[in-house]
């Protein structure tokens, strides 16, 4: 048995349903929740924790039944994106608060926040008021406060998406020492891809409160479900068949392109190819590389996203992304109408079924 299993989960809350959810996690699990807007993430969450009641299917947590739980039974913490300290407490007492009934000793509680508040970079915060903190320093309180319970399992609801680029990395680093000291299982709901990569082991996709997809993040991202999963993934998918085996390379017609593919395949088979848009190169020219694949195309857009460049090419008669840094698009002129060539390995070109 799993440390927490989700099992047949049904849940309707004003015409939005829950439909047979089905999920795991193992003690030490850190599990990131995705999917678009209205996909059920936050539901399941505050389900989980007891917040809604299901109408059928079962919650065990480590081998024990909590479905008919109160929340406050159950040993698991959320946080929510909004950090919801007590604005006329400080931030020593917004995180002692959560232990005062399970510890009298002020010495102890004393001990246990200044740990926590260490941990976390916040210890010289502990007596200001929440409303002189930034952000990034809120949400490092509102964590501190979840965590010093030493939950079984912590939610995170999106905690990160009010939060800049730099405080976002800071506190990935920081969420992760403390996961580990506190040896706590989290399950985390996020829009931001980064946290996935930063901080997971394991990503269940959602939507229309349906499991889509689940597995580690390095075969969910790389060889998504066809059309809903790949392309929320923001994954470049060409459907096409196989045309011939050559050596351990399996050749593929797709979309106008000839693509090779280390994954097996059986010629005349219908398949669609996986390629990340960071795996692919771009070049001016034909360049020397043991990529096998270097298809010709021209740029039909470039898009700022964050701290990359989201660059769209017409190639055969399919669209492909493909992800570079700002410099990288500067030296090589990226621009609408630009010929370029796209690199990438056989072992990046991944068959889906």
């Not at 000839?258 to 360049?287: F, H, Q």
């Not at 460049?309 to 500067?330: F, L, N």
């Amino acid at each position: 048995m799993s440390f927490l299993e989700v099992r047949d989960l049904c849940l309707d809350v004003g015409g939005f349903e829950l439909d047979r959810i089905e999920l795991k996690a193992e003690k030490g699990d850190y599990l990131t929740l995705i999917g678009p807007t209205g996909s059920g993430k936050s539901l399941l969450l505050e389900t989980i924790i007891g917040f809604y009641g299901p109408e059928k299917g079962r919650i065990i947590l480590e081998g024990k039944d909590i479905t008919d739980l109160p929340p406050n039974m159950r040993q698991i913490s959320l946080v929510y994106q909004d950090h919801m300290l007590f604005p006329h407490m400080n931030v020593f007492e917004n995180i002692a608060y959560a232990i005062r009934k399970k510890l009298r000793d002020k010495k102890q509680i004393e001990a246990e926040v200044k740990q926590i508040a260490g941990v976390l970079g916040i210890g010289e915060l502990l007596y200001r008021k929440p409303a002189t903190l930034s952000g990034g320093e809120k949400q490092r309180a509102a964590i501190a406060r979840s965590l010093i319970v030493r939950p079984k399992l912590l939610l995170l609801d999106e905690p990160f998406s009010a939060l800049d680029v730099r405080t976002k990395e800071k506190l990935r680093k920081m969420l992760k020492k403390a996961i580990s000291e506190y040896s706590t299982t989290v399950l985390h709901v996020t829009h931001d891809f980064e946290d996935v990569w930063a901080l997971a082991n394991r990503v269940v996709v959602l939507r229309k409160g349906k499991v889509m997809q689940s597995g580690d993040p390095e075969s969910v991202f790389r060889q998504p479900s066809p059309d809903f999963v790949a392309e929320f993934l923001g994954t470049n998918v060409l459907k096409g068949k196989v045309k011939a085996l050559e050596g351990k390379l399996t050749v593929i017609e797709a979309e106008g392109l000839e693509i090779y593919s280390s994954d097996p395949a059986e010629p005349g088979e219908k398949v669609a190819v996986s390629i990340r848009p960071e795996e692919i190169i771009l070049a001016r020219g034909v360049m020397e590389s043991s990529a096998r694949n270097t298809l010709k195309g021209k740029v039909s857009g470039v898009f700022k996203k964050e701290h990359l460049v989201v660059v769209e090419m017409e190639m055969g008669h399919a669209e492909i992304k493909a992800v570079v840094t700002p410099t990288s698009c500067e030296m090589l002129g990226l621009e609408p109408g630009r010929e370029m060539h796209a690199v990438f390995k056989a072992s990046n070109a991944r068959i889906i079924r």
